[in-house]
């Protein structure tokens, strides 16, 4: 294996973990309202994240700085050619990212409704823009000879890249869902198992509607859709486990669907990074983007030697929150004489 | 304006406005991973207090330094991404191993230190905050190699068309000089901020007597941390001048407003006009020899002026000018330099008043140090305009003109929406974190929280 497609995967793998991982806070944040009705019951789902969201995103952050390491002329073009809906993605990130924050900061049932809203929209837009952005590189934009993207806005918005879109949004609801049946109890569990339910059978049969439209769009014979199958059964896996008191079972279930069709994208990508829709022979790919083979080398050795250290760190972080959280019992201590 | 000039106000305005909070929230993890020691060293309450309360204002500091630190990771690609495909292979590796080897660490011990107080033991709990500290202290040594890399190119080569500049050496990258001494200087610069900070907090409530037998603690470790800080960013900012005279002399002359070559040099401590079309403003008063020794570090060094500068490089580079803006250069190295010098003074008056013991009762102490809050921000602000705008017109000194870094495939139009965008978010933020700074730099101390039972459903009401 050459190192360039050793980083094409590691980037896959940052990817794909990073939308298993901030996949379920994306979802918490779009469903905290509703499984919370009251403040209480809102603290709760978003205490049950409250560790665990700002570790995963920097997933997002050392995707893209790997991406500028390993693929700089991917990094050169995605990130000028779809610059509004970057741009759309960091106020939403911001957005969100402030709100976990702020919401708790002052006394006033109106400061919190703003900080709610905005995390709801924020947790809402994110996920959209990035199965957009995800579901552009391998549609396809107008990008020429030279690298450089030659379309507009307008050009992102097809609609394999806006489906894929959808298709993310609906998997982050039902892995939020099922986050929130695992780790907490009461009302806001039962409020997560039932919106959960809701919501399975439209996300398993967006995802087969994926599946199909990927494998079409790919057209490299079954052995490169494995993940799209694996999607799909672990799709329907979920849509059947929601509700059946088998919160452990679902929740791995939405991970792997979640997992599985961000890389079916970049399944169907290799080797190309970055399809183009002037001619293949503009399409950028993991040789005509890579850094040169000293800085990949030297990055190869950064990741072997650090990455397992901080998969250490984040799962030991899982297993100190392993426990479920609940609503106070009525007469206990107000939470804000509890914590600082 | 023109996309390139739109773009540099972005990048300018965003990383200014990202690098108020960076600083504060490096030294803040210290101080309150300090002051957690001492609770778990004496096991004294106060202490314990102390921690709550300024962690408290490190984490609303970090909410914002963290959403604001990924414009910073997504820009390069949108607004220079011919800088990117040309340096991608040096200045993407620092980054990346930045993400890798600190935000993970900062931001998933973060996590743990805010919800963990009752789910680990006291000791792992200390190491955690400890963890974030150690995080921040390293993601500024990896953005700071890629910075320096920019001021001074090394451990690198040109591929064979030329338009690439790649990695051959990441030992030459992180041993270059000017990044140790621009390294030292921002952590430095760092325990200044958070030691201001947490001073003026403290003396605010000294002067309202407000647990004052608790702020006192704190506005002493403030001072102790404060006085060696000064001294040591004031000494490193000077290593820095040095070497930077020696490679980015445009730099240097610039910021003295030195237009013609000297030897030995005088230091203009303030002068009336002066600007790119200005060589002969008022000087008012000048310091002889003293130039020599900052710029060069000998009693009668050469400083070579912008006008010889400016013909060297055109030799060099083609016509073009090469001269970076000096009336920004000259104000920003002197707002930052007599800050810095105010500062000192005010933790020298601060340490003098706790060998007297003064130092809860000085009023006048007090109410200065509470104003002096703006000084370190401004001072950052000032540092980072005279580094950035003393390399102008290069995005990399010698190697790539900022004019050829830009994405070619933004319009005008696009980067004014993103422009305008950023500064109406950023002023929103700005104006909620500042309101929640002030209220809970001005809450009164909590009691220390009761432990919640062990079977107890958990709750986790940070948020």
Redesign the interface.
């Known amino acids: 294996m050459t190192l360039v497609t050793f980083w094409f995967i590691i980037l896959a793998g940052l990817w794909t973990g990073f939308l298993v991982l901030e996949g379920f806070d994306f979802g918490v944040g779009m469903l905290h309202g509703v499984v919370g009705r009251g403040e209480a019951g809102r603290?709760?789902a978003?205490?049950a994240i409250?560790?665990?969201?700002?570790?995963n995103?920097?997933w997002?952050?050392?995707a893209?700085?790997?991406?500028?390491?390993?693929?700089?002329?991917w990094?050169?073009?995605?990130?000028?050619?779809f610059?509004?809906a970057?741009?759309l993605l960091?106020?939403a990130?911001?957005a969100r990212?402030?709100s976990?924050?702020?919401?708790?900061?002052?006394e006033s049932a109106r400061w919190r409704r703003t900080w709610d809203a905005a995390l709801t929209v924020g947790s809402l837009l994110a996920p959209l823009l990035i199965g957009v952005a995800l579901g552009n590189l391998l549609h396809g934009v107008p990008i020429a000879a030279d690298?450089?993207?030659?379309g507009g806005f307008v050009d992102l918005l097809n609609a394999y890249s806006l489906f894929t879109g959808v298709t993310v949004v609906l998997l982050c609801l039902l892995h939020g869902a099922t986050f929130l049946a695992l780790k907490t109890?009461?009302e806001v569990r039962e409020h997560a198992v039932r919106v959960g339910r809701r919501v399975a059978t439209v996300t398993a049969v967006a995802v087969v509607g994926f599946a199909v439209w990927t494998y079409v769009l790919v057209d490299k014979g079954l052995l490169a859709s494995l993940p799209e199958m694996a999607a799909v059964l672990a799709a329907g896996a979920a849509a059947w486990l929601v509700g059946r008191d088998r919160d452990g079972f679902a929740f791995v279930a939405t991970s792997l669907a979640i997992g599985a069709v961000v890389l079916s994208i970049f399944v169907g990508l290799y080797p190309r990074v970055m399809v183009s829709t002037l001619g293949s022979a503009a399409d950028l790919t993991v040789t005509n983007t890579a850094?040169?083979s000293?800085?990949l080398r030297?990055?190869t050795i950064?990741?072997v030697v650090?990455?397992p250290v901080?998969l250490a760190?984040?799962g030991w972080?899982y297993y100190?929150?392993r426990?479920?959280?609940?609503?106070?019992?009525t007469g206990?201590?107000r939470?804000?004489?509890?914590?600082? | 304006m023109s996309a390139v000039d739109l773009a540099r106000l972005q990048f300018a305005t965003t990383s200014i406005y990202h690098f108020l909070f960076v600083p504060l929230t490096i030294g803040l993890a210290i101080l309150t991973a300090l002051l957690q020691t001492a609770w778990h060293r004496s096991d004294r309450s106060e202490y314990l207090r102390l921690t709550r309360f300024f962690g408290t204002l490190l984490v609303i500091n970090v909410a914002v330094g963290v959403v604001t630190g990924l414009v910073q990771e997504f820009q390069f690609g949108m607004n220079w991404s011919a800088y990117s495909r040309f340096v991608g292979d040096v200045f993407g590796a620092p980054l990346a191993i930045e993400g890798l080897a600190a935000f993970f660490l900062e931001s998933t011990f973060l996590g743990l230190w805010l919800f963990g107080w009752d789910r680990l033991s006291r000791r792992v709990h200390l190491a955690t905050i400890w963890a974030v500290a150690v995080g921040g202290v390293l993601s500024a040594a990896f953005i700071m190699a890629a910075n320096s890399w920019m001021q001074r190119p090394v451990g690198y080569q040109l591929n064979a068309a030329g338009d690439r500049a790649q990695l051959t050496d990441i030992w030459a990258v992180l041993t270059n000089v000017v990044f140790l001494w621009a390294y030292l200087h921002v952590l430095a610069a760092s325990l200044v901020t958070a030691g201001v900070v947490v001073l003026a907090v403290s003396a605010w409530h000294l002067r309202r007597r407000s647990s004052p037998d608790v702020f006192e603690r704190s506005a002493k470790l403030a001072v102790v941390v404060l006085v060696p800080a000064t001294m040591l960013v004031l000494f490193f900012g000077g290593r820095l001048g040095i070497n930077e005279t020696k490679y980015q002399p445009m730099k240097i002359a610039a910021a003295e407003g030195q237009w013609n070559t000297c030897q030995p040099c005088s230091f203009s401590v303030f002068q009336i006009g002066g600007g790119n079309n200005d060589q002969t403003p008022t000087k008012i008063i000048q310091v002889p020899h003293l130039l020599s020794v900052l710029s060069t570090g000998t009693w009668n060094g050469q400083v070579v002026g912008l006008n010889e500068l400016q013909a060297q490089y055109q030799q060099q580079y083609g016509a073009g000018t090469y001269i970076p803006n000096v009336f920004i250069q000259y104000w920003s190295m002197r707002t930052m330099a007599y800050l810095g010098v105010v500062v000192l003074l005010l933790s020298l008056w601060g340490a003098w008043l706790i060998w007297r013991k003064k130092l809860a009762t000085a009023k006048w102490f007090q109410r200065a140090a509470i104003w002096a809050t703006v000084l370190p921000f401004l001072m950052n602000t000032a540092g980072w305009m005279l580094t950035e705008n003393g390399r102008q017109p290069w995005i990399v000194q010698g190697l790539q003109l900022v004019g050829d870094a830009v994405s070619p495939s933004n319009s005008v139009t696009t980067i004014v929406i993103s422009l305008s965008v950023f500064v109406f978010l950023y002023v929103v933020l700005a104006v909620v974190a500042l309101m929640l700074m002030l209220h809970f730099a001005r809450k009164e101390l909590a009691a220390v929280p009761v432990a919640a039972e062990d079977d107890a459903p958990i709750l986790h009401f940070t948020y």
């Open positions: 603290r709760v978003i205490g409250g560790p665990l969201w700002d570790g995103e920097v997002l952050i050392v893209t700085a790997g991406m500028f390491a390993a693929f700089p002329g990094y050169a073009t995605m990130f000028s050619g610059y509004l970057i741009l960091l106020v990130l911001i990212g402030v976990f924050e702020f919401r708790g900061k002052r690298q450089e993207y030659t109890t009461g850094s040169s000293y800085t030297l990055m950064v990741a650090l990455f901080v760190y984040q972080t100190v929150f426990r479920r959280i609940g609503a106070a019992p206990a201590a939470p804000r004489d509890r914590q600082r």
